[in-house]
């Protein structure tokens, strides 16, 4: 279609759990003009109706902004009000959380990887077309879900929006040998996930490397629950100082924000970022698993982002089964967290990226102000970016086919759009 | 082994119908309850194991009647492949996908009740509340007996006004 002089791909609205979005792409002649990814964002109703609830609410109340990855929301949202309280959990609670932790990230991967990443890549509409062909691995990938929901309900009460976190731990810490059943599901799990990162090396990746700079947690094990934010130039800052080094700016085109550093410069965060700062703190098991699949040093083709997840999944079952092994039930469910004035902050890293909170808390112990980041909002601009300049290089496809493709490359974000594989209906207006 | 889903989200108002049977029915049968989001692959977990599975869900219709309740053969009807609200993928993924992989119960009902407000918020319009107590009734009656799977047969397929 290169002899048109001005296309214009607008894909209307998307039905998603977490909001709204659309896809805006103009192209003059060789020149791709503009690109938007629209997202619209719940968590801003979520920042207002937070304030004047009291400080022990947050866990609750924005595990609900989404349902595929509530116990981020959980734990950054934690960690904040504790850090405004002066508390800090650690020791078999922090352990505890970082189990439950990896019971979503098996979960949200799983669910990434096979029902709306895969079908792309082995050219099939969706998940259910799929499954016809290569029935075993869609199994495989029901099977990887579902050990992620059993320890989400183990340790959360229940698999969506989990009940039994609390600020300062949990309501209920479960028995030892209340665990042995979910290793044994986890050891499974695992297998399953090494057949995954096995499987997802044999798909063809476009070749595609983006230019951004990575963002992502950095602590003395592959970031979850806890660290301090490290960019990829060098930059590395406590969640306290989030606020300084980042921002978040209105757009004309959306209602979402788009964040940037404040020194200007556009970053990813998700999979990519983790696994490139992070690479050697995989347990040998994933590190071995990735290096199988031929991913290097560092991944910059978000394409591969699959692979990412494929690993991580290794590493998130490896995990919760070393945690498992070492548990020792803690003296109590959760630490007191007595209100005072104060801010705090926190940052985890949901599947999809970091997640940042703030709550400034009154001396009467209501939330004044909230601030919540989710990962889509800080990788929208280096989205568009990529896609900007993904479609200059394949201008020679015709609407139907770059549409998809688009579509393929937005999904290599998980951005938190648990979108159907159908999700861009495509509209073609030509002049 | 029966099992009753409700498939919604309380925090949206009628989406929260299929939930709130759930909720009607619990201490009142012998039959598995769960609530999920609608999510394919949390659908199928659930009802794999089924002799069957009753997923009752809400659905939006133009023009509405808030309250009126479809009872579908899951074998037979065309069922939703795009959400209502906020799930994911529609029902008719979840079959299909359930389907594909050989993960379905012996047999599936569907129990469709129209809603009205999909908007944000706790609480059920008055029309849809009282259709939740009426399918809960005629469930519970149906469910009471341990292991008792029989539903009244003029609800077993086509539509009926709950």
């Known amino acids: ?431 | 082994m029966t099992i009753v889903i409700g498939v919604g989200n309380d925090l949206r108002r009628d989406d929260g119908a299929g939930p709130a049977v759930v909720e009607a029915l619990r201490g009142r049968v012998g039959a598995g309850l769960a609530v999920t989001d609608g999510e394919p692959a949390r659908l199928v977990a659930l009802w794999a194991d089924a002799d069957l599975a009753i997923v009752v869900d809400a659905v939006r219709a133009d023009p509405p009647t808030p309250g009126r309740v479809r009872e579908l053969d899951a074998e037979t009807a065309a069922l939703p492949t795009r959400p209502v609200t906020d799930h994911a993928l529609g029902l008719g993924d979840a079959v299909a996908l359930g389907r594909a992989v050989g993960q379905m119960p012996a047999r599936l009902r569907v129990i469709a009740i129209e809603g009205d407000d999909f908007g944000f918020g706790e609480g059920l319009t008055p029309s849809v509340a009282a259709a939740v107590g009426a399918v809960a009734d005629r469930l519970a009656g149906a469910l009471a007996s341990p292991g008792g799977t029989a539903l009244p047969a003029d609800d077993r397929t086509g539509r009926g006004d709950g």
């Open chain 1, 1 to 431: 279609m290169t002899h048109r002089n001005e296309r214009t791909l607008t894909v209307g609205a998307l039905a998603r759990v977490e909001g709204e979005g659309a896809l805006y792409v103009r192209v003059r002649g060789p020149d791709v003009e503009e690109v938007r990814l629209d997202i619209y964002e719940p968590p801003r109703f979520f920042e207002a109706f937070l304030r004047g609830r009291a400080h022990t609410e947050p866990p609750d109340i924005t595990a609900r902004i989404c349902g595929i990855c509530p116990v981020a929301y959980q734990m950054s949202a934690c960690q904040a009000v504790e850090a405004a309280c002066g508390v800090t959990v650690d020791g078999a609670l922090g352990e505890l959380r970082r189990l439950l932790y990896c019971g979503e990230w098996i979960e949200s991967h799983a669910l990434h990887i096979y029902l709306l990443h895969a079908p792309d890549f082995l050219g099939y509409p969706g998940a259910v077309e799929l499954a016809r062909d290569h029935r075993a691995a869609v199994e495989r990938g029901l099977r990887l879900k579902k050990a992620g929901n059993a320890l989400m309900e183990f340790l959360g009460g229940r698999a969506i929006h989990p009940v039994n976190v609390r600020v300062g731990g949990f309501y209920r810490t479960p028995a030892p040998a209340e665990l042995a059943p979910l290793a044994e599901t986890l050891r499974e799990a695992r297998a399953d996930a090494l057949a995954t990162v096995e499987w997802a090396a044999g798909f063809e990746f476009p070749d595609f490397d983006h230019g951004h700079e990575f963002l992502a947690l950095s602590a003395d094990r592959y970031p979850l629950e806890r660290g301090v934010v490290r960019g990829g130039t060098g930059r590395v800052f406590p969640a306290a100082e989030f606020e300084r080094h980042v921002v978040e700016e209105q757009v004309p085109h959306s209602t979402a924000l788009h964040a940037r550093f404040t020194d200007g410069g556009r970053y990813l965060t998700g999979p990519l970022a983790r696994y490139s700062l992070n690479r050697d703190r995989l347990s040998p098991l994933a590190l071995e698993a990735a290096d199988r699949a031929g991913l290097g040093a560092e991944c910059r083709n978000p394409f591969r982002s699959i692979l990412v997840r494929a690993v991580e999944v290794v590493y998130a079952a490896d995990e919760a089964l070393r945690l498992i092994a070492g548990y020792e039930p803690p003296a109590r469910p959760a630490v007191p967290v007595p209100p005072r004035e104060g801010t705090g902050h926190g940052v985890t890293e949901a599947p999809r990226g970091l997640l940042y909170h703030r709550y400034d808390l009154g001396p009467d112990g209501l939330i004044r102000a909230a601030r919540i980041v989710p990962p889509t909002s800080q990788n929208q601009a280096a989205i568009e970016d990529d896609l900007r300049r993904f479609v200059a290089a394949r201008l020679h496809l015709d609407d139907e086919a770059l549409t998809r493709r688009c579509e393929q490359a937005i999904r290599n974000y998980d951005p938190c759009i648990s979108c159907s594989t159908h999700f861009l209906d495509l509209t073609v207006e030509r002049s």
